[in-house]
Each structure stands twice: as C-alpha cells, then as structure tokens.
C-alpha cells in the first residue's frame, strides 16, 4: 500500500461524510437539554459528594481510564456509553459496577446529571464529542488525538475557548503529569543540561491492533477504526501525538516545518504506514529528529524523546528519565507508577478545588504538529505550518 493512495482533502471529505451519516449527531436536536450549571451543581450538591463520572467510549482504554476512576476515593464512575452493546456488556463485567446507568446515544449520557466525562471514542469523534461536552456543562477529560484533520482541531480549539473558566478539559497526554516529565522539564529549564541544541522522538514497537472481520462492512470500519487513516489520522496522529505533545513543551513552541519519508512494508491489510521518519525545523534553526514504526518484531521497543545541550543530555519516557552529564555520569530516574494515574489525579484534583485548567486549545496544536508531519509524509514535499494551517500559528 503506498502512503499516497488518497489525498488528505480525500480522506477529510470521507472522515466528515461517513461521521455524519453513521454516527448520531445530535447536538442541535439535544441542544435544548444541554445547559449551564453553576460550579457548586458541577462539583456535586455537597462540598463533600464524590464527583460522579460518565464513560463515552467502553473498549479497551476507555475502560482502563474507568477503572482509574474507581480507585480515586473522590470520583465515582456511574454511567457508560458506546454504540455497541457488546462493548458495554464487556466493560461493565471488568468494571463490576452496581446498576450503572447505559446508553448507545452519548448525547444521552451528556443530558444526564454526570458532573464529568471520560471521552475515549474513535479519534476522528473527538471534536464533536467534546464540542458536544463542553456545551452541556461537563468536565471532561479527552484521550488523545483531539482529532484526524485540520478542521477537527479547528472545532476543538474553538470548543475550549467557549468553555466556562471553572470547567475543566484535561486531555490523555500523561507525559504532562509524569514526574520524570515534570523533573526532566525542571532540569532542562534551569539550565542542566546548557543550551538546547537539537532534540528527538522516537515510537519504535510491534502493530498494537488486530484487524477483526465483521459481517456488516459498515461495522467492520467502525470497529476495525485503527486501520483506515480517516478515522485514526494513520498512526502517526493516532499514536506518535504523545512524542509531539512533549516537544512541544520542552521546545516551547511549534515548529515551523516538516519533511520526511514513510510508507508501508508488510502492514498491507491497513490503510496505514507502518514506519515513517521525519525531519521538523523549530524556530531558532532547531532541528527535531523523529522516527516511528509499527513493524518491529514483539519484544523490543524504544519509545520517548532525547534533548541534547551543550552540557548534556536528557532521555525522557514514560518508565524513567535518564540525565546524561558525561562520561560515565548518568543519573536515573523511575516513574513511581503508570503516569496516567497523574494525569486523572491532577484532573479530580483541578475540578475539587475550583482550580479548573483548559487544555483543549495546546493539546490541538500538538495534534496538529502530527498532522504536519503527516501531511509531508503523504505528499512527499516540506510541509510548512503557516502554509497548513495559516493563523493557528
């Protein structure tokens, strides 16, 4: 399969077209159910009520996410949604829930008394989903991508800087809740590692999906999302997001271009790549290395990012930080447990306290960084930022 088989304005057109006529779009029709409340109705009836939770989403990450909430004595998870029944059924028989409220209608759910939402849906939903929470009133923490295409992340942009100032929208980018994160950033900040010098991201591991049959061809590319590019972005947006979320916050900034080169070798039952590499140009002449497959024979895998300075080095990931300060100096760091458990910490922490933080808008920008690098991928040329997406600089 060549990484050029359609053009991105192809895939867009396809991604909005089958959204529209498969998925129920019932923002208009529930727009009347859909209203403001006050913080105190957000955040419960009582200062000491636990925050109740809605699950949009039952697969698998979704319902991982859920059982995160469950161990959080200040949260408590009491309603699902997904289109299939079956998932719903499965994820409430790993979750064990007591009579959870249901639905295959997430707009249902949204018209609910929930105060929060999980939304961890196909990526190319996410604009409207969260587009959708943000007008009823919820907090919301949305997985990562915050979309497939250009106008996705324009929705999500525009739905963030609606929302209230005491609404929280968190976004699965777990790295930005992470200790060595947080640690690594710190050192780099202060100046350990001397000047920046270059940087770069790397996803190098085994095909995570496995493509299911289904009678119904409709349902079979519903189901088998992963595999078709205009509902997962292709890999590089559904997955290597993360690695383009943290060098935008290391590097504090976006880039100003990208080329590069990738195609598939012997994933050629997806309508995806399967390796890719890159060449971004930051502001200031940084140049940011990146490279990422999905065909590496299971049992190896290196997965994070690099910073060099002009007096060492930082390795970043989500099992450990490594300083490098020089020959035979190397100080570790290991992550006390998986990050995403920062991430809802820090997002029942926010809604608690009143102290609400809005990411939508940066966690479009590192989508779109992905979807640059995409885009120079699939049309073999550089591809620069103003001229992609113009004044969403």
Not at 1 to 18: E, H, I, N, V
Request: hydrophobic residues 35%; contains cysteine; neutral net charge.
């Amino acid at each position: 399969m060549s990484a050029t088989s359609s053009s991105p304005s192809d895939q867009k057109a396809r991604a909005s077209g089958l959204s529209r006529r498969s998925f129920v779009n019932a923002s208009a029709a529930a727009g009347a159910a859909f209203h403001i409340m006050s913080p105190q109705t957000v955040r419960g009836s009582q200062a000491n009520s636990k925050i109740t939770v809605g699950l949009i989403g039952a697969g698998g990450r979704g319902t991982y996410d859920a059982t995160l909430v469950q161990t959080d004595p200040r949260a408590q998870l009491v309603a699902l949604c997904d289109r299939f029944p079956d998932r719903l059924e499965e994820s409430n028989a790993r979750l064990k829930l007591q009579n959870p409220a249901t639905y295959t209608d997430y707009t249902k759910l949204l018209a609910s008394n929930v105060d929060a939402v999980i939304i961890a849906t196909p990526p190319f939903e996410h604009p409207e989903q969260l587009e959708s929470a943000v007008a009823a009133g919820k907090h919301v923490y949305c997985e990562k991508p915050m979309g497939v295409d250009v106008e996705g992340c324009k929705r999500v942009i525009d739905a963030g800087r609606k929302a209230r100032k005491d609404q929280v929208i968190s976004v699965g980018f777990q790295q930005r809740y992470g200790d060595v994160y947080l640690e690594a950033y710190k050192r780099m900040k202060e100046g350990q590692i001397g000047d920046l010098l270059t940087a770069r991201g790397y996803w190098i591991a085994n095909d995570p999906f496995t493509r299911r049959p289904y009678d119904d061809p409709q349902i079979e590319r519903v189901r088998n999302w992963f595999c078709y590019r205009e509902y997962s972005g292709d890999f590089i947006v559904e997955q290597d997001c993360h690695n383009f979320d943290v060098l935008h916050w290391f590097l504090g900034g976006l880039p100003e271009a990208a080329v590069g080169r990738g195609g598939t070798k012997i994933r050629t039952n997806m309508d995806l790549m399967d390796h890719l590499s890159l060449v971004f140009t930051w502001p200031n002449g940084t140049h940011v290395n990146f490279e990422a497959n999905q065909l590496t024979p299971r049992g190896f895998n290196r997965i994070g990012e690099e910073f060099t300075g002009s007096k060492g080095t930082l390795h970043t990931s989500r099992q450990k930080m490594v300083h490098l300060k020089g020959p035979n100096d190397a100080e570790e760091m290991l992550s006390k447990r998986d990050i995403t458990m920062d991430a809802f910490d820090h997002f029942f922490t926010m809604i608690q306290t009143g102290k609400a933080e809005n990411v939508a808008e940066r966690s479009a920008l590192s989508t779109m960084i992905a979807i640059l690098g995409r885009e120079a991928l699939y049309t073999g040329r550089e591809i620069t930022w103003r001229g992609l997406y113009g004044v969403y600089a």
